[in-house]
């Protein structure tokens, strides 16, 4: 043998392999090959150091602590009886609530979505003033809708001389 110093022989007693990359268990600090490396497959003594599972209360979604040699069923089940705070009524709350003000609309949103120019509540589809005949302003269109026609007004009127519009925010033609 050319490297009689390199890898180790599986601890698992009916194995005995000798493996160039042995593994080892974090819980009984053995070494065992890639087959018997699980704590189940070399029926690991110190297992319940490392594998250990909370079980969660269905109800209200807390760990539940259990002792060694407790069954976990029965610890779920006392603190389902005795200490969890599960509350129904909470359960039950809504979350669409703010209801849409456009006539023959009945749909509901989880957010308020208010106008800026009426300051009514309206779902998504009707939450431009256009989309609800909006009548909170005289003009339809917010400041920057309105700055950029005035622009586009301005420089219009400038090469042809005809557009203009008025402090209204309305266009009309100039003859």
């Known amino acids: ?10 601890s698992e ?5 000798l493996d160039f990359l042995p593994l ?12 018997h490396i699980r704590y189940d ?8 150091k490392k594998n250990v599972q ?3 209360c269905p109800l209200c979604n807390a760990p539940v602590p259990v002792q ?14 005795k200490d969890c705070k599960y509350n129904p009524a909470q359960q039950k709350q809504r979350i669409f609530i703010n209801k849409c003000l456009k006539p023959g609309c009945k749909r509901k949103e989880m957010m308020k979505v208010v106008c800026e120019q009426c300051g009514g509540n309206f779902c998504i589809k009707h939450r431009h003033p256009l989309d609800h005949d909006c009548k909170g302003s ?9 700055a950029a026609l005035m622009r586009a007004s301005q420089t219009a009127f400038k090469s042809t001389g005809e557009i203009g519009v008025p402090s209204n925010g309305s266009l009309q033609h100039n003859r």
């Not at 043998?1 to 599986?10: A, D, K, Q, W």
């Not at 080892?24 to 087959?35: L, M």
Request: aromatic share 4%; with cysteine; proline share 5%.
């Open 1 to 10: 043998m050319e490297l009689p110093g390199l890898g180790e022989h599986c």
């Open 13 to 17: 007693r009916t194995c005995k392999q």
């Open 24 to 35: 080892k268990c974090d819980a009984c600090g053995e070494v065992f090959c890639k087959d």
């Open 41 to 48: 497959d070399h029926k690991c003594s110190s297992a319940y």
């Open 54 to 56: 909370v079980p969660v």
């Open 68 to 81: 060694k040699g407790e069954i976990p069923d029965i610890v779920v089940g006392a603190h389902m009886d």
């Open 138 to 146: 005289s003009h339809s269109t917010s400041k920057a809708g309105y």
